[in-house]
């Protein structure tokens, strides 16, 4: 039998569709993929980083602090404000759950007009000068305290900054950064990777536990809204805006759910401790 050769019809090598749609279709295809895998890995994170031991967290960021730019306040100043720092951690332990005492926590206050308060990894609790002028009573502070302390206990700085360690990954991967550099930022720079904010449930469970923590000292939950209350007044707007400001719940929402609790358990507020006023009228002549 005598084999024929067929002609190859023209083009047929040739796509009909536009290259530029192939690249693009091809392009979006790879980033879905990655936005993915990295959404998987990143909730992966969240769930496993809660299981290293605590001890090991509070080795590995014993020495963490976030850098305050203002330096230059007078002698005096500073002792006053070293007082104030004494008196808002006595505060913290009179508020700890007796029952979870591996949990440590220090404070440190810092100069800034912007009202703030965080947790880092290692149950680091920092406050702003601006935070204390608005806040008329201890048991508005102790709220916010109390608040941050919730997100230690369930181990929100940590989870964040786990999920925030997989999203760097996967920008590193795809922008060729190198690895050293990444890992010298996340050991350098935990105050500021857990700015990448917690969940809207992280944020409620750390006011539910907050309030919790409040009423068992104080007997009532008097003064939970004092600072939420304060907070929508102020004009604070951009790269300016508080943590508390820039999570995912309203500030409505969260007064409402507070002041539902404050309503079933009230009480007389206690006034600010004594170094902590002091400080503030020394921050306020300057």
């Given at each position: 039998?005598?084999?024929?050769p067929k002609?190859?019809?023209?083009?047929?090598?040739?796509?009909?569709?536009?290259?530029?749609?192939?690249?693009?279709?091809?392009?979006?295809g790879?980033?879905?993929v990655i936005?993915?895998?990295?959404?998987v890995?990143?909730?992966?994170?969240?769930?496993?980083?809660?299981?290293?031991p605590?001890?090991?967290?509070?080795?590995w960021?014993?020495?963490?602090?976030?850098v305050?730019t203002?330096r230059s306040?007078?002698?005096?100043?500073?002792?006053?404000?070293?007082e104030?720092?004494?008196?808002l951690?006595?505060?913290?332990?009179?508020l700890?759950?007796?029952?979870?005492?591996e949990y440590?926590?220090?404070?440190g206050?810092l100069?800034s007009?912007?009202p703030?308060?965080?947790?880092?990894?290692g149950?680091?609790i920092?406050v702003t000068s601006?935070?204390?002028?608005?806040?008329?009573?201890?048991?508005?502070?102790?709220?916010?305290?109390a608040h941050?302390?919730?997100?230690?206990?369930?181990?929100?700085?940590?989870r964040?900054?786990?999920?925030g360690?997989?999203?760097?990954?996967?920008?590193?991967v795809v922008?060729?950064?190198?690895?050293?550099?990444?890992?010298?930022?996340f050991?350098?720079n935990?105050?500021?990777?857990?700015s990448?904010?917690?969940?809207?449930?992280?944020?409620?469970?750390?006011?539910?536990?907050?309030i919790?923590?409040l009423?068992?000292?104080y007997?009532?939950a008097?003064?939970?809204?004092?600072?939420f209350?304060a907070?929508k007044?102020?004009?604070y707007?951009?790269?300016d805006?508080?943590?508390f400001?820039?999570?995912?719940p309203?500030?409505?929402?969260?007064?409402?759910?507070?002041?539902?609790?404050?309503?079933?358990s009230?009480?007389?507020?206690?006034?600010?401790?004594g170094?902590i006023?002091s400080?503030?009228?020394?921050?306020?002549?300057d």
């Amino acid at each position: 039998m005598d084999y024929e050769p067929k002609i190859i019809p023209e083009g047929i090598n040739t796509s009909t569709e536009h290259p530029l749609r192939e690249f693009f279709v091809l392009v979006s295809g790879i980033a879905l993929v990655i936005v993915f895998v990295t959404a998987v890995l990143a909730l992966s994170a969240d769930f496993l980083v809660q299981f290293i031991p605590l001890e090991k967290e509070q080795e590995w960021f014993s020495n963490e602090l976030p850098v305050d730019t203002n330096r230059s306040e007078p002698a005096s100043d500073t002792s006053l404000k070293a007082e104030a720092e004494q008196q808002l951690q006595q505060l913290i332990e009179k508020l700890r759950d007796e029952e979870k005492p591996e949990y440590r926590f220090t404070l440190g206050l810092l100069d800034s007009d912007i009202p703030n308060a965080f947790v880092i990894p290692g149950g680091h609790i920092f406050v702003t000068s601006g935070l204390l002028k608005l806040v008329d009573s201890e048991n508005g502070l102790a709220m916010v305290l109390a608040h941050e302390m919730g997100h230690q206990y369930r181990r929100h700085p940590l989870r964040s900054l786990g999920r925030g360690a997989v999203i760097a990954l996967a920008l590193m991967v795809v922008s060729g950064a190198e690895i050293d550099a990444l890992v010298e930022s996340f050991v350098g720079n935990a105050a500021v990777l857990t700015s990448l904010g917690f969940s809207r449930e992280q944020e409620l469970e750390a006011d539910l536990l907050g309030i919790a923590l409040l009423t068992r000292h104080y007997g009532h939950a008097s003064g939970s809204v004092e600072f939420f209350e304060a907070l929508k007044g102020q004009p604070y707007a951009g790269s300016d805006t508080p943590e508390f400001l820039s999570t995912h719940p309203g500030v409505d929402e969260r007064i409402d759910l507070l002041r539902a609790h404050s309503r079933q358990s009230s009480g007389d507020k206690t006034v600010l401790p004594g170094a902590i006023q002091s400080y503030l009228e020394s921050i306020d002549k300057d």
